[in-house]
Nanobody, 111 residues
Framework: VRFVESGGGLVQPGGSLRLSCAAS????????MSWYRQAPGKERELVAT????????NYADSVKGRFAISRDNAKNTVYLQMNSLKPEDTAVYFC?????WGQGTQVTVSS
């Protein structure tokens, strides 16, 4: 099982980023996929989860209305569109499934 996250970077407050996670080594279309994040000195936090066919989605209260998770099962890829970013969104973002994790991608929101 392997995940490769990309799309992180430095963005100003109010800006947007789109994260991608390319998965391999398992039957991607059969599994829930999740995005987590971990800020310095804090525990890892579940951000969003999407069901195998994409029909069921859940978000942490802290990102509802600003973030959108989606997936493309033909490309074995899950996305996280992040809008109206705030400094408190600064963290390393990870994708996860089946108890496995990617290496993460850094998102920094700062002016």
């Amino acid at each position: 099982v392997r995940f490769v996250e990309s799309g992180g970077g430095l963005v100003q407050p109010g800006g947007s980023l789109r994260l991608s996670c390319a998965a391999s080594g398992f039957s991607f279309s059969s599994y829930f996929m999740s995005w987590y994040r971990q800020a310095p000195g804090k525990e890892r936090e579940l951000v969003a989860t999407i069901s195998p066919a994409g029909g069921s989605i859940n978000y942490a209260d802290s990102v509802k209305g600003r973030f959108a998770i989606s997936r493309d099962n033909a490309k074995n890829t899950v996305y996280l569109q992040m809008n109206s970013l705030k400094p408190e969104d600064t963290a390393v973002y990870f994708c996860s499934a089946r108890g496995s994790w990617g290496q993460g991608t850094q998102v920094t929101v700062s002016s």
